[in-house]
């Protein structure tokens, strides 16, 4: 009989599973499948990041999974934004700890052994605009916003009252030059992404003060 990590060596997606995937993988009952990744679990060649969510550990896989990548399957539809997605870009300075991504759905935090992930409703009619899809060197993907898009969703998730080029370059200490290079284009897909509120007022403000 096959252990789950064994299967799933052969059959998963680049190390990371679903529960459903495990059960279709062994043909057995409920009962067996939770016996067999609370097995995995407690040896530790299996982690679980969430509920019917697990990964092999990265001795098994020979590479750390990328967590970006992951944060796409622990909830979604999502994107990565705010910190996260600045810092990736190069646009704050500060390391960031937790992953942080943007859904429709309801904000939730999720504590794994692989970190910190955490999901912030922002009202959209459009969650993908300014948001591109992301090859990982394993070959997986995982959608990170445009970092305007990014401040926008940082303004609407930390409330803020930003409708200016200051603020984001004191507070988030943003290197004018990278805002001097935003385009018209993108400003008006994400004017029309965001419905009234702070995230399309900071857009207005921050446009006008670089007259674009």
């Known amino acids: 009989m096959q252990s789950i ?4 060596l052969e059959k998963s997606d680049r190390g990371i599973f679903t529960r459903t995937e495990a059960a279709a993988w062994s043909g057995g009952g409920a009962a067996r499948i939770d016996a067999l990744l609370k097995r995995a679990v407690a040896g530790g060649e ?6 019917t969510l697990y990964c092999l550990h990265d001795r098994y896989t020979h590479r750390r999974i990328d967590p970006f990548e992951l944060a796409q399957r622990i909830h979604g539809p999502s994107y990565i934004s705010l ?3 600045l810092s990736l870009h190069g646009w704050i300075p500060e390391a960031v700890q937790a992953i942080t991504s943007v859904s429709f759905e309801r904000s939730r935090e999720f504590d794994t052994p692989l970190g910190l992930f955490t999901f912030t409703r922002v009202p959209q ?3 993908f605009a300014g948001v591109a899809r992301k090859v990982t060197e394993g070959g997986g993907s995982y959608f990170l916003a445009h970092p305007l898009k990014a401040l926008a969703d940082y303004v609407h998730a930390r ?3 930003w409708a200016a080029v200051a603020p984001v370059v004191q507070s988030l200490r943003v290197d004018e030059e990278l805002l001097a290079g935003l385009t018209a284009d993108l400003f008006d897909e994400l004017a029309a992404a965001y419905p009234a509120g702070r995230a399309r007022r900071f857009l207005a403000g921050l446009r006008r003060d670089l007259n674009v």
């Open 5 to 8: 990590t064994e299967m799933a």
């Open 46 to 51: 299996v982690l679980r990041i969430r509920r």
């Open 83 to 85: 910190e996260s997605a």
């Open 125 to 127: 009619r459009t969650l």
């Open 159 to 161: 409330r803020l009252d």
